[in-house]
């Protein structure tokens, strides 16, 4: 009998978590989370979440502030954009405005692809540094799943902001970049666009994310977290002093 159960509670060990129990403990005990990544990659469900939640807010945008209005938004806050809207009369001006809504707002809802894209590239950033630099046998696919699970708090960031946008909280001001006064950008409204992007860097959830992605990348590559906090912090600066880079030639 004590061999019977012994059998039955092995067999349960080995099916692992569900995708509802990784989603869980991504919040309460990671580390369960990212060792499962090791038994099997599979990532639909927050991804799921991450779809949903970013539709959700986009769909409150579009109703209740409007995307010319973010776009008119988006165009004061670059004093490049605005020196050549003061070229235009009044209706290019209008049209050239309804233009850069309607990318924004398809491109807002077309959130699945883009979020493949992002944690495709930073995966395969990962992934190269982990096996090239650090000498690890981690899978793409491993990179992947631990990116997707990373990101599961940056869906708090979407659940605030329809909160607010139905709330009817900074909406006048509403920039699509930057909803949600979860960051040091979003309180330096006087300081110059690049010190804004790069305080916008600093975010309760993101920085979250951040810390979720080298306790999973240190699980998955069998490093220490020091090591791959080289690796996670270092693209995440990267990527900082780019679109600071961009953000100060764009003015």
């Known amino acids: 009998m004590d061999e019977v159960r012994m059998s039955g509670a092995d067999g349960a060990a080995s099916k692992g978590l569900s995708q509802v129990e990784r989603v869980v403990d991504t919040f309460l005990e990671p580390s369960k989370t990212f060792t499962d990544v090791l038994r099997s990659t599979s990532w639909w469900l927050p991804f799921l979440l991450l779809v949903v939640v970013t539709m959700g807010s986009t769909f409150a945008i579009d109703q209740k502030i409007g995307f010319d209005r973010v776009a008119e938004q988006s165009v004061l806050q670059s004093a490049s954009a605005e020196d050549q809207m003061a070229q235009l009369t009044a ?19 077309a959130a699945a692809v883009l979020i493949l894209i992002f944690v495709a590239i930073v995966a395969l950033l990962n992934w190269a540094s ?24 940056k869906i708090f960031i979407g659940l605030l902001n329809i909160v607010f946008v139905y709330a009817g909280v900074n909406t006048e001001n509403f920039d699509l970049n930057n909803p949600v006064g979860t960051n040091i950008g979003y309180y330096m409204a006087d300081s110059a666009h690049w010190l804004k992007m790069a305080g916008s860097f600093f975010d309760l959830f993101g920085l979250w994310s951040l810390v979720l992605m080298v306790i999973g990348l240190a699980i998955i590559s069998k490093k220490s977290k020091g090591q791959v906090a080289v690796v996670a912090v270092g693209w995440w600066l990267m990527g900082m002093l780019v679109l600071v880079g961009v953000t100060a030639v764009k003015g």
């Open 130 to 153: 982990l096996n090239f630099g650090l000498g690890a046998k981690t899978t793409f696919g491993q990179n992947f799943a631990v990116c997707m699970y990373a990101g599961l708090p």
């Open 91 to 109: 209706d290019q001006r209008a049209a050239a405005i309804h233009r850069i809504a309607v990318g924004q707002k398809y491109g807002s809802y």
